[in-house]
């Protein structure tokens, strides 16, 4: 079965760091994008990170450069969001997701809506409390 599975998440005080991991089952991240996405409760669902596995270019918006890093393991076929200095704006529902990477920036994208990305993990909650 091919499958996005992710695991990392918790609960967690500001200022702490938690590691979220996405792992690729059925399939290998090579010559994909991989994007990471939160959405809080009410809110709508925000890309945070992109990675390119075989490039490894990356990009951050603004509300988490500098605090979160993502980064691979090709041996693992897995992909790493490490964040830090989490805050509780930070508190959402992760979710990894898997594109063809065509090469293009990695801003561009994680722009690309939903319906275009061709696998989603589960998701899995970071909390942090204040």
């Known amino acids: 079965e091919v499958q996005l599975v992710e695991s990392g998440g918790g609960l967690v005080q500001a200022g702490g760091s938690l590691r979220l991991s996405c792992a690729a089952s059925?399939?290998?991240?090579?010559?994909?994008?991989i994007g990471w996405f939160r959405q809080a409760p009410g809110k709508e669902r925000e890309g945070v990170a992109c990675?390119?596995?075989?490039?490894?270019?990356?990009y951050y918006t603004d509300s988490v450069k500098g605090r979160f890093t993502a980064s691979s393991d090709h041996a693992k076929n897995t992909v790493f969001l490490q964040l830090n200095a989490l805050n509780p704006e930070d508190t959402a529902v992760y979710y990894c997701?898997?594109?063809?990477?065509?090469?293009?920036?990695?801003?561009?994208?994680?722009?690309?809506?939903?319906?275009?990305?061709?696998?989603w993990g589960q998701g899995t909650q970071v909390t942090v409390s204040s």
């Open positions: 990675i390119s596995y075989n490039e490894g270019s990356t």
């Open positions: 997701a898997a594109v063809i990477d065509w090469l293009a920036s990695m801003q561009g994208t994680l722009a690309h809506p939903s319906y275009e990305w061709d696998y």
């Open positions: 059925g399939f290998t991240f090579d010559k994909y994008a």
